[in-house]
């Protein structure tokens, strides 16, 4: 079962993309919810407001499932997991090593969605991205692989059992990532 974090943001649209594809999902509101998932799905929303609440119920539960867990961060998400945010002090999970910056794409009025070439399993896979105050990803580690650009710019990336990605795939009802998510999280499943 996927659990999709339920706290705030676009949660549901996640929970509806799993169900299009036929995987076991579940809402996280609380830290023994994280208890019965192979996954989690950390969805956009206000970063801020993510932080207080999961300061505040669960931080140290997320912590430790990401040790052996997968998560998939979509926009707030990949803040979240990023080890650092550009010109703000503020905790992370620090589960990818990556540098992020919130709405570098702007502001709200500055939204688009564009197709997104992303290697996934070695394929190549078209991704419609709505891209909505969207974070860029301005500095990868050496353990980060690039899964999708967009310019010069990673928009998907993956460390270990980690993916994140700056924009919304869940908006459009693209089921692509939510497809390469799932298969990590059985392969986590599997090698138990």
């Known amino acids: ?15 509806d993309c799993l169900e299009k594809i036929g995987v076991s ?23 801020t407001t993510h932080l207080k609440l999961l300061k505040d119920l669960f931080w140290q ?19 979240l997991l990023s ?7 503020v905790p992370t ?5 990556l540098t992020t910056s919130r709405n570098a794409y ?13 290697q996934l399993d070695g394929q190549s896979v078209m991704i419609k991205g709505c891209f909505i105050r969207a974070p860029k ?17 990673p928009v998907i990336v993956q460390q270990g059992l980690h993916i994140g990605c700056s924009f919304h795939p869940e908006i459009s009802m693209d089921t692509s990532l939510h497809n390469y998510f799932a298969k990590c999280c059985q392969q986590v499943d599997v090698n138990k």
């Open 25 to 47: 999902a579940a809402f996280v509101k609380h830290p023994e919810d994280l208890k019965k998932c192979s996954g989690l799905i950390i969805p956009g929303g206000e970063t």
């Open 1 to 15: 079962m996927i659990g999709v974090l339920a706290l705030q943001g676009a949660f549901q649209r996640h929970f």
């Open 106 to 118: 702007g502001s709200q009025i500055d939204s688009f969605e564009t197709a997104v070439d992303a």
């Open 137 to 153: 990803i301005i500095k990868v580690g050496p353990a980060v692989k690039i899964l999708a650009k967009h310019g010069q710019n």
């Open 93 to 97: 999970l620090k589960l990818m090593d």
């Open 61 to 79: 539960a997320l912590l430790e499932f990401g040790k052996n867990k997968p998560i998939f961060g979509t926009c707030c998400g990949l803040i």
């Open 83 to 89: 080890k650092e945010i550009v010109g703000q002090s």
